[in-house]
T-cell receptor, first 112, second 114 residues
Framework: DGGITQSPKYLFRKEGQNVTLSCEQNLNHDAMYWYRQDPGQGLRLIYYSQIVNDFQKGDIAEGYSVSREKKESFPLTVTSAQKNPTAFYLC???????????FGDGTRLSIL | SQQGEEDPQALSIQEGENATMNCSYK?????LQWYRQNSGRGLVHLIL?????REKHSGRLRVTLDTSKKSSSLLITASRAADTASYFCATDADFYNQGGKLIFGQGTELSVKP
């Protein structure tokens, strides 16, 4: 079955540590997205990529980095510069930009 | 930036009743989408309605769009306990200035009691 896989489901970060969240899709979608969701809130866009080897900053990119070396993969690194990283992180993909997005089941990141 | 704003923030109804959620937005759009999110899970796409459409149906879901009022509504008829979830609207907003991204509202938390 096609879909998006995020891993791990839960992740803990120590102070000063970088951590990487994995996102893989086998839907052959061109566009991929990373969102952050805080409790009781909507989604805020961190980064998005419309094609391999290209990505753009979203509304809250500071303290995060991404790469898009393969169509299927769009990993997100939460760097030590992100001072408040505790949140639920969602990855999504769509055939092209602005089309319906398919979401993974998220990674919950907490600070140790 | 916050484009879509849902109303109400929370809604509690009995099974079998209808649930109506509203979404307002500020700038012109090409399309508006509705998503559902079960607790602790990712979002699931429900319906996309284009700016030249006024109403769209999918099973027990009915979406309307009024571009003159910059608002949309999602109606769930004959609700079930399994409809308990958060519902979000998302717009493509100012496409030419903001690029290929959707802007999500804060969501309506729907609770359907058996």
């Amino acid at each position: 079955d096609g879909g998006i896989t995020q891993s791990p489901k839960y992740l803990f970060r120590k102070e000063g540590q970088n951590v990487t969240l994995s996102c893989e899709q086998n839907l052959n979608h061109d566009a991929m997205y990373w969102y952050r969701q805080d409790p009781g809130q909507g989604l805020r866009l961190i980064y998005y990529s419309q094609i391999v080897n290209d990505f753009q900053k979203g509304d809250i990119a500071e303290g995060y980095s991404v790469s898009r070396e393969k169509k299927e993969s769009f990993p997100l690194t939460v760097t030590s510069a992100q001072k408040n990283p505790t949140a639920f992180y969602l990855c999504a993909s769509s055939i092209t930009q602005l089309q319906p997005q398919h979401f993974g089941d998220g990674t919950r990141l907490s600070i140790l | 930036s916050q484009q879509g704003e849902e109303d109400p923030q929370a809604l509690s109804i009995q099974e079998g009743e209808n649930a109506t959620m509203n979404c307002s937005y500020k700038t012109s759009i090409n399309n508006l989408q509705w998503y559902r999110q079960n607790s602790g899970r990712g979002l699931v796409h429900l319906i996309l309605i284009r700016s030249n459409e006024r109403e769209k149906h999918s099973g027990r879901l009915r979406v309307t769009l009024d571009t003159s009022k910059k608002s949309s509504s999602l109606l769930i008829t004959a609700s079930r306990a399994a409809d308990t979830a958060s519902y979000f609207c998302a717009t493509d907003a100012d496409f030419y200035n903001q690029g290929g991204k959707l802007i999500f509202g804060q969501g309506t938390e729907l609770s359907v009691k058996p």
